[in-house]
């Protein structure tokens, strides 16, 4: 069973900028699809951005541009550089990876940017 750990979020001016890690406890990613998801008090959750094994990335029109996906697979860890934030990027973020039989999440971090 493979665990996933977010963490990274907090509070942060509008324009800042946060980077979210999401560790996992085994040696997934090099052939995972690893993407972010985030979720907005009252709203459902949405996707943000993803990241294939083979480097292959895409992103939600309303962070492209700002927000950049990583992997480290020596690290078994995943990253969301999130730049040029706004309160509208305000969400509970969450790590989903997936492998060819099971997808693994992560049980989220906070994220608040104020204005």
């Known amino acids: 069973q493979v665990q996933l750990v977010e963490s990274g979020g907090g509070l942060v001016q509008a324009g800042g900028s946060l980077r979210l890690s999401c560790a996992a406890s085994g040696n997934i990613f090099s052939v995972a699809t690893m993407r972010w998801y985030r979720q907005a008090p009252g709203k459902q959750r949405e996707f943000v951005a993803l990241?294939?094994?083979?480097?292959?990335?895409n992103y939600a029109d309303s962070v492209k541009g700002r927000f950049t996906i990583s992997m480290d697979n020596a690290k078994n860890t995943g990253y969301l550089q999130m730049n040029s934030l706004k309160p509208e990027d305000t969400a509970v973020y969450y790590c989903?990876?997936?492998?060819?039989?099971?997808?693994?999440w992560g049980r989220g971090t906070q994220v608040t940017v104020s204005s």
């Open positions: 989903n990876v997936v492998l060819p039989t099971i997808s693994y």
């Open positions: 990241m294939m094994s083979s480097g292959s990335t």
